[in-house]
């Protein structure tokens, strides 16, 4: 069968930008990101059949740094969900909210696929490709990574609710999947937010307020640390007001009864940004959890 010649140099001119989209593409990446990146693999934690691997780092520098561009690339497989997002991230110390691009996440459905995602650092952090709920929730999997003192290589908190998850029925997880995971104090945390810089607030709040309290509790299982106050009746009002006073802390109500407490202090503008939203779903329950903790006690 003879083809036509005009058909003929279609086929070629196709077979040519085949050819030639990789090449594009990779010139491209390369314009963008002129430098190779070396990177280290810190912890990785996954549900059961996920797994997400960084192929190449490509930047507008060569080390990781403020206000550099990353560009990171490789394969996923997911097998736990039908669908999620996969995102590239950074767990940034005192950091308040930021924008997040659009590309740094991508949808992705069940099964292997490639991806391709960038972020621009606005400081120091332990860089992490994650899995999240489609809808909303914390990360239910991913890999750290980076350079140095900044590769996340051990936590302090694990993922029991993810296994709780994997084995709760109907609303149970639901209820999981919304709360998502504990959220790790950040690295190089401002001491008036430890434990015992929380602990010394209240006091001088307590002092100045006139009041004297008769146990102090902190609950540092995940940031932001939660306080517990036990108290004669009528004067937590008076240390509440006192705490509103306080600079660099913000007193915004509790859970409690005339003489038990539990509350934040920690400002919103603190917490890391990619977790604000899962703190503050988790925040009121764990206030509720010590306020029952305290009462158990009388």
Not at 45 to 60: K, W
């Amino acid at each position: 069968m003879k083809i036509p010649f005009a058909a003929f140099q279609w086929l070629l001119a196709l077979l040519f930008v085949l050819r030639s989209a990789p090449a594009v593409a990779a010139t491209n990446d390369a314009s963008e990101f002129p430098y190779a990146v070396q990177f280290e693999l810190g912890i990785a934690e996954f549900a059961a059949g996920d797994s997400i691997t960084i192929a190449e780092m490509r930047g507008t520098q060569n080390e990781i740094a403020e206000k550099g561009t990353y560009c990171v690339s490789g394969t996923y497989t997911l097998n736990s969900r039908d669908r999620a997002v996969l995102a590239f991230y950074a767990t940034v110390p005192n950091s308040g909210s930021s924008r997040v691009d659009p590309k740094q996440r991508v949808s992705i459905t069940k099964g292997t696929g490639t991806f391709r995602l960038s972020k621009t650092m606005s400081g120091p952090g332990y860089l992490h490709l994650s899995f999240y709920p489609a809808g909303s929730g914390g990360d239910f999997g991913g890999v750290y990574f980076g350079q140095g003192d900044w590769v996340l290589r051990k936590k302090s908190w694990g993922r029991s609710q993810d296994q709780a998850v994997s084995g709760a029925p109907g609303p149970n997880q639901a209820i999981f999947e919304y709360l998502g995971e504990p959220v790790a104090p950040p690295p190089n945390l401002d001491p008036s937010y430890s434990r015992d810089g929380l602990v010394s607030a209240v006091q001088l709040a307590a002092q100045k307020a006139g009041v004297t309290l008769k146990s102090i509790e902190v609950d540092d299982s995940e940031f932001p640390f939660v306080i517990g106050v036990l108290s004669k009746e009528g004067d937590f009002d008076k240390l509440a007001d006192s705490l509103k006073k306080m600079e660099g802390y913000e007193y915004g109500g509790s859970v409690g009864s005339p003489t038990h407490h539990a509350f934040n202090i920690v400002p919103w503008r603190v917490f890391p940004s990619e977790s604000s939203q899962r703190i503050g779903r988790r925040l009121t329950l764990r206030e509720q959890i010590l306020f029952d903790k305290i009462m158990s006690r009388q």
